[in-house]
């Protein structure tokens, strides 16, 4: 990649996805559009695909309608990103049924106890999956991966390795697809997942706000009680320990922050890391993220709405989160900064291991220790980013985190000067060993 470009500009889909979606834009224009998609059609089409009807407790066929209407009327999907909502929809629908079978043939999954989950939290793109993937080599830890929250059933080891052959299948597509996105964040079938993922069977998730311009679902989104999807969520992690079982769950999301009454709720023994980087670096790094998946479904993505929807949403939850953290006390979370996870990721772990009194056995060390040296050696190009790309100032978004900035020592480092930040934002990340991964 040329260093001297941010990856936002590097975005140019492949020939063959550039005719493709021309094809669909001609259709449109031609008058012959496609019949758009409803959850009564997707519901009716998932139970006779599965020769299943019973999807569980829980209604979710208005997030659903929601999500679908707002995909309709202000995604601006191309060709490839209708199809894949689609296909998305239906493997979710199918998944959620399956897993209802198989607590009927598998009484044991609900018998499954979640005992103390750590939860990693903190602004997107702050060294959180970082962390989450060092976390899970230790051998006593369980962590969702990739493939199996695609593929959650059957709940045991049957057909594992076509499983992980799909998943792989699936990621190498998606790599081709959009094959800038590798150097934002690692895709794989064996990677770690972020666990809103477990939410993703309710509709209520901001998965989907990831992937889409869909700001009418996002607006109800977060008018809604989330209870209802962390308790599927804990469904779905008593599916997978029945399959696998580990000592403690190792679970990553930053939009946790965002719900913790909820959260609490149904994981009341909780207890979580919060990892921080100045926010000038965060909302440059998941704006260009997020940008880049969504110009994958789309050929209208306007980097300038990402850039405000990043700092208000995440701003907002920041505002809400600080009060509830105070809440759980000290005992319960950790602090860790994101220049110690860069520079010396081990130390970082280790401060974890002794904030909650657990032993770091030399296995998991040396697994952790593998983990970084084949990330060091995969690594062929760094994510850069460019906060003037998004319409916004280190100013504007020193402002906005104000409160949390100064609570943790955040903002000393950046220069004053804009032409001078905004350097400091592309060239900050180039000296690190590990990618910048959310």
């Known amino acids: 990649m040329n260093n001297s470009v941010t990856t936002l500009q590097q975005i ?100 499954q106890e979640i005992r103390e989950p750590l939860f990693i939290v903190g602004l997107p793109r702050s060294g959180t999956s970082v962390l989450h993937r060092l976390l899970a080599t230790d051998p006593e830890h369980r962590a969702p991966l990739m493939w199996e929250v695609r593929s959650p059933s059957p709940p045991t080891r049957a057909n594992e390795k076509r499983r992980i052959q799909q998943a792989t299948q699936s990621c190498n597509f998606f790599n081709w697809l959009a094959p800038t996105f590798r150097y934002v964040h690692t895709v794989g079938a064996e990677v770690p997942q972020e666990c809103v993922s477990l939410m993703t069977p309710t509709f209520l998730s901001d998965q989907f706000d990831a992937m889409y311009y869909v700001p009418s679902y996002r607006t109800w989104f977060f008018r809604q009680d989330l209870r209802p999807a962390y308790e599927y969520h804990r469904r779905f992690l008593q599916h997978l320990q029945f399959r696998r079982a580990g000592r403690r769950w190792i679970l990553k999301a930053p939009t946790h922050m965002f719900a913790m009454p909820a959260l609490l709720s149904v994981y009341p023994d909780a207890l979580f890391v919060q990892t921080h980087r100045t926010p000038v670096d965060s909302m440059a790094s998941v704006s260009s993220l997020v940008t880049i998946l969504r110009s994958a479904f789309s050929d209208a993505v306007d980097p300038i709405t990402v850039g405000r929807e990043a700092i208000n949403y995440w701003s907002d939850t920041m505002e809400k989160f600080l009060p509830e953290r105070d809440r759980l006390g000290d005992k319960r979370i950790c602090d860790i900064k994101y220049d110690e996870i860069r520079r010396e990721p081990i130390g970082a772990v280790r401060q974890i291991y002794d904030y909650f009194g657990w032993s770091l056995p030399r296995e998991a060390e040396q697994r952790m220790r593998g983990l970084i040296a084949s990330q060091a050696t995969r690594q062929s190009a760094s994510h850069r980013y460019d906060l003037s790309q998004f319409g916004s100032s280190a100013k504007e978004v020193l402002s906005a985190f104000a409160q949390y900035c100064e609570r943790f020592d955040l903002s000393e480092n950046i220069p004053a000067q804009p032409e001078q930040a905004s350097r400091w934002i592309a060239g900050s990340h180039r000296a690190a060993t590990i990618r910048d991964d959310i």
Do not use: W
Not at 46 to 66: N, Y
Not at 89 to 105: E, F, I, N, P, S
């Open 12 to 111: 140019r889909p492949l020939l063959p996805v550039r005719l493709f979606n021309g094809f669909g834009a001609l259709l449109e224009k031609t008058r012959i559009r496609s019949t758009p998609m409803s959850a009564t059609d997707l519901i009716e089409t998932a139970k006779k695909r599965c020769g299943l009807d019973d999807f569980g407790q829980d209604d979710f066929f208005e997030a659903l309608s929601r999500l679908l209407q707002s995909c309709q009327e202000e995604a601006q999907l191309n060709l490839i990103g209708k199809m894949a909502l689609k296909v998305d929809v239906l493997d979710t629908l199918c998944a959620r049924l399956k897993m209802k079978r198989d607590r009927q043939l598998y009484p044991n999954i609900t018998r």
